[in-house]
């Protein structure tokens, strides 16, 4: 969801619709940016829920991998994290389709078309 970022040019694109529901969009990604660019030092945002339902909506737009995944349950410091056994360290069978890249230009095509379409 990393590949998603917000930056200025892709917001701009929000901007240009000029709805209220556009303004609204374009105010969280102000607050979340500020907050990602303080901590994380990225340009713009990610945008992790509407990446799931675009693939939701247009299935294909994230492409996926089936590995095994577990939430570490430990008192270490990845407690809660969702661990991906990349290399089959584990031995576990794999269960879960865990998304690795997104067509990014697909991806901010639908959510500009999305919310242009409501006024």
């Not at 929000?14 to 709805?19: H, P, Q, R």
């Not at 270490?76 to 584990?90: E, I, K």
Request: one cysteine or more.
């Amino acid at each position: 969801t990393h590949q998603t970022q917000a930056v200025p040019e892709r917001r701009a694109r929000l901007d240009a619709i000029g709805t209220p529901l556009s303004n609204l969009v374009g105010q969280w990604i102000n607050f979340f940016g500020d907050r990602y660019r303080e901590v994380y030092g990225f340009p713009g945002p990610p945008l992790h829920d509407p990446c799931a339902v675009a693939e939701v909506i247009q299935p294909g737009i994230v492409r996926t991998r089936r590995l095994a995944v577990e939430i570490d349950l430990s008192h270490g410091p990845s407690y809660g994290r969702t661990l991906c056994d990349l290399r089959n360290v584990t031995g576990k069978p794999p269960t879960t389709q865990v998304g690795e890249s997104i067509d990014v230009d697909a991806f901010w095509d639908l959510l500009v078309e999305t919310i242009a379409r409501y006024k």
